[in-house]
């Protein structure tokens, strides 16, 4: 993945299919909870993150021209960049902020499906942030059944 074909991408220079290619193979499965991710970064100057730009990304996937797995590299470029920027301090900034960090951390939080990227959407355009904190809860007490069971038959 390269910052420079996200950033065109942010200004509707390249579509989401070019952004794709670029996106893929940008990560590979090391081990069962490692994950190396790929990123040429740019070195110079800022790009503002707007809450216009994360909607882009989410409606892209919503139709099915990037995979989750895209929006979650994504999620990680824009986590760890040096170039790419969003304003925390106002209230849209912390939603932006919010969205980009759950983006990123599926495994700690929800799952990027079709109806949680369709309220991320709602929540940056009204604040209002209505995922469902069961599907969480649910989603761990799964992952604690599972591993007592594995642990049982070790």
Do not use: C
Not at 81 to 93: A, C, L, R, T, V
Not at 123 to 152: A, C, I, P, S, W
Request: glycine share 4%; no cysteine.
């Amino acid at each position: 993945m390269t910052e420079q074909k996200l950033k065109e991408y942010f200004e509707s220079k390249l579509t989401a299919d070019q952004l794709a290619l670029d996106l893929k193979d940008s990560q590979k499965k090391t081990g069962y909870d490692t994950t190396t991710f790929y990123n040429d970064n740019l070195n110079e100057g800022e790009f503002e993150i707007t809450k216009e730009h994360l909607i882009k990304l989410l409606d892209d996937t919503i139709a099915n021209k990037l995979k989750p797995t895209d929006i979650n590299t994504v999620g990680f470029a824009l986590m760890t960049s040096e170039y790419f920027k969003w304003d925390d301090e106002s209230e849209e900034g912390e939603r932006i902020s919010n969205v980009i960090f759950e983006l990123d951390n599926p495994e700690i939080g929800y799952d990027l499906t079709i109806k949680n990227l369709q309220l991320w959407k709602e929540y940056l355009l009204t604040g209002n942030y209505r995922l469902d904190k069961n599907e969480l809860k649910q989603k761990f007490r799964n992952k604690g059944k599972y591993k007592e069971l594995y642990q049982k038959v070790d």
